[in-house]
């Protein structure tokens, strides 16, 4: 169960009847330093204290008393079930409902037409996870959060991470992959110049949340605010092409493999747009 944190990369929770286990597993937890990234408790499988789609794994072994209505209601949508059977593993995914819609660009789609095709959203009910920061840096200068989309489960944005205390303190923008399930953060790819925290509220520049979509497994975005567009993989951050030519994009679109991409020869002249 330790093991499986992949030092400390992943969140795991373990469980288990058998109290003697329990004792042991708890005292190993300790001596590898992952108390609270790793977890185990005396409970059985037949109710997870886990929210609906929340979990990306679950393994049971063979003496585990396993109620798999109640695991996939856990698992995240193409969340994974292990179960061992007669010393031979066993595998079941979660499918991906169909009722759940993706938001590839900042107004929906590539057709800029906000409105969602998801039929399972509604009124929220409880929350699903926090992650930091809790705040952001200030009301009256620049926002801190740049722009957001979603693809297949994956949450990716651009955001602020300094420290809230003072917003003289130089900016630290991130683009951020998080799985939109449960919030756990896949990969940090850090911005290079982007724009002044100091600028007045809602003064621009109105083409950020235009610069970053992310659909068929790629993520598109700028990583500087002249920069060309860089193509990545949405599971690992890594840069898969650079698009020469590119420099000065202000609004990404794609659509079926097709890249479009509006540029600006003036769009770092802020004295002028102001």
């Known amino acids: 169960t330790t093991a499986r944190s992949a030092g400390g990369r992943n969140l795991v929770n373990g469980f288990t009847a058998d109290t003697e286990i329990l004792k042991k597993a708890r005292t190993h937890i300790r001596s590898k330093n992952h108390y609270g990234v790793v977890s185990v408790e005396r409970a059985g499988t037949s109710k997870l204290p886990h929210s609906d789609n929340l979990v990306n794994l679950v393994v049971a072994g063979e003496s585990a008393e396993l109620d798999t209505a109640e695991v996939m209601r856990v698992l995240v949508p193409q969340g994974v079930l292990l179960v061992e059977n007669s010393g031979k593993w066993e595998r079941k995914v979660k499918p991906w409902p169909d009722e759940i819609d993706d938001w590839t660009h900042f107004l929906h789609g590539p057709d800029n037409n906000a409105v969602s095709r998801d039929k399972l959203v509604g009124p929220p009910r409880h929350i699903q996870w926090i992650g930091d920061p809790r ?83 790629q993520v598109f975005v700028t990583l500087d605010f002249e920069g060309p567009v860089h193509v990545l993989d949405a599971a690992s951050g890594k840069i898969r092409r650079v698009i020469k030519g590119s420099e000065k994009t202000k609004q990404i679109i794609y659509r079926e493999g097709y890249l479009l991409l509006l540029s600006d020869d003036e769009v770092n002249q802020m004295e002028k747009i102001d």
Not at 136 to 165: C, K, L, N, W
């Open 135 to 217: 705040f952001s840096r200030a009301h009256e200068q620049t926002a801190s959060f740049s722009a957001a989309v979603t693809y297949r489960g994956r949450m990716f944005y651009i955001i602020d991470e300094t420290p809230p205390v003072d917003i003289r303190l130089k900016s630290r923008w991130s683009l951020v992959a998080r799985d939109a399930f449960n919030g756990i953060i896949l990969w940090k790819r850090p911005m290079q110049r982007w724009v002044n925290q100091l600028r007045r509220f809602r003064a621009g520049p109105a083409s950020l949340p235009f610069r970053l979509v992310a659909a068929d497994d």
